[in-house]
């Protein structure tokens, strides 16, 4: 999964690179989906007819373009009223501190 979401990145990256565009402007699940539809015509037997595909591949990113996001007015927050979760008490502030690291305390097993 990551190296797939890597590939999406970085094709996404260099189809932005070709129209001096910010990568975040183009759509990471329009790119995918066209990676997605072009990769059965892959022909990679030469080097000519790969590279054919290729840059049509980054032509077609470019165009899935996003609008500019706008500013958020109201946080994200979690509006409930009811939580299966107590409440923060006074006596759950001021914790003394750990007295081993991170990494002294977690063990690890075979």
């Known amino acids: 999964m990551s190296l797939g979401h890597f590939v999406i990145r970085s ?3 260099e189809a932005a690179a070709t129209v001096n565009l910010d990568p975040d402007r183009l759509s990471f699940t329009g790119c ?6 072009r990769m059965p015509e892959c022909d990679g037997t030469t080097p000519a ?4 595909w290729y ?3 980054l032509w077609e990113m470019q165009g899935e373009r ?7 007015i ?8 009811m939580s299966k979760w107590k ?15 991170f990494p002294g305390t977690v063990v690890m097993t075979r």
Do not use: G, M, S, Y
């Not at 995918?32 to 539809?37: G, S, T, V």
């Not at 996003?66 to 958020?72: A, G, I, K, L, Y």
């Not at 109201?74 to 009223?81: A, D, G, L, M, Q």
């Not at 409440?87 to 690291?101: A, D, I, M, N, Q």
């Open 11 to 13: 094709l996404r990256f």
């Open 74 to 81: 109201n946080p994200r927050v979690i509006k409930r009223k």
């Open 66 to 72: 996003t609008d500019p996001r706008r500013n958020r």
């Open 87 to 101: 409440k923060k008490r006074p006596e759950h502030r001021r914790l003394p501190p750990l007295k081993k690291t």
């Open 49 to 52: 007819t790969f590279e054919a």
């Open 32 to 37: 995918f989906q066209i990676l997605k539809c």
């Open 55 to 57: 840059q049509a591949l």
